[in-house]
T-cell receptor, first 118, second 119 residues
Framework: AQTVTQSQPEMSVQEAETVTLSCTYD???????LFWYKQPPSRQMILVIRQEAYKQQNATENRFSVNFQKAAKSFSLKISDSQLGDAAMYFC???????????????FGKGTHLIIQP | DSGVTQTPKHLITATGQRVTLRCSPRSGDLSVYWYQQSLDQGLQFLIQYYNGEERAKGNILERFSAQQFPDLHSELNLSSLELGDSALYFCASSPWGLAGVPAYQETQYFGPGTRLLVL
């Protein structure tokens, strides 16, 4: 079974600064998908960014980018120019390509609580 | 707003009771996923349905069951409730939910969740 580890329970950053959230995963599969989801105080789960394992190029979405190191099984999220609205729990998630015909559910890490200091 | 709706928003019940949570996927999405978020277990995948059929199973208890109806809405049934079942239950939907489909077609969009409190 796959596991996802987020080793930073909490991170704090000054507004406008850059912060990197860590995520490592364990899998024996060669093809899979990785995601970062954001959960603000409203508890809504919001997709931040996604990466397909077969793509070597790191995904980027505006101020959010990832550093995907497949050999090291690492998938960190970099947030540039941090804004107050970025304050939330951030979850790293893994999804296999599916074995029984289904897409399989996401395996989540325990999350990192990101605090933005004004 | 993800386009996924869940009802009710909050549910308070007693141990031993049975409840039904409802989810309507985004328009056009064929797959529905159920997740449980609790302090103890974190976010856990429970079960997936694709176009009315069960396709993948996660850590779903035998006391829990789900189904997806012809109009693609889904219901999660929780029975013989225990205190430990108190959690936030999310439904997510994706366009296909099939093995091997690229991630951009298979992103799961989450509903707002149903908060269940078992007393």
């Amino acid at each position: 079974a796959q596991t996802v580890t987020q080793s930073q329970p909490e991170m704090s950053v000054q507004e406008a600064e850059t912060v990197t959230l860590s995520c490592t995963y364990d899998t024996s599969e060669s093809d899979y998908y990785l995601f970062w989801y954001k959960q603000p105080p409203s508890r809504q789960m919001i997709l931040v960014i996604r990466q397909e394992a077969y793509k070597q190029q790191n995904a980027t979405e505006n101020r959010f980018s990832v550093n995907f190191q497949k050999a090291a099984k690492s998938f960190s999220l970099k947030i540039s120019d941090s804004q107050l609205g970025d304050a939330a729990m951030y979850f790293c998630a893994y999804r296999s390509v599916g074995s029984g015909g289904g897409a399989d559910g996401l395996t989540f890490g325990k999350g990192t609580h990101l605090i933005i200091q004004p | 707003d993800s386009g996924v709706t869940q009802t009710p928003k909050h549910l308070i019940t007693a141990t031993g009771q049975r409840v039904t949570l409802r989810c309507s996927p985004r328009s056009g999405d064929l797959s529905v996923y159920w997740y449980q978020q609790s302090l103890d277990q974190g976010l856990q995948f429970l079960i997936q349905y694709y176009n009315g059929e069960e396709r993948a199973k996660g850590n779903i208890l035998e006391r829990f069951s789900a189904q997806q109806f012809p109009d693609l809405h889904s219901e999660l049934n929780l029975s013989s409730l225990e205190l430990g079942d108190s959690a936030l239950y999310f439904c997510a939907s994706s366009p296909w939910g099939l093995a091997g489909v690229p991630a951009y077609q298979e992103t799961q969009y989450f509903g707002p969740g149903t908060r269940l409190l078992v007393l």
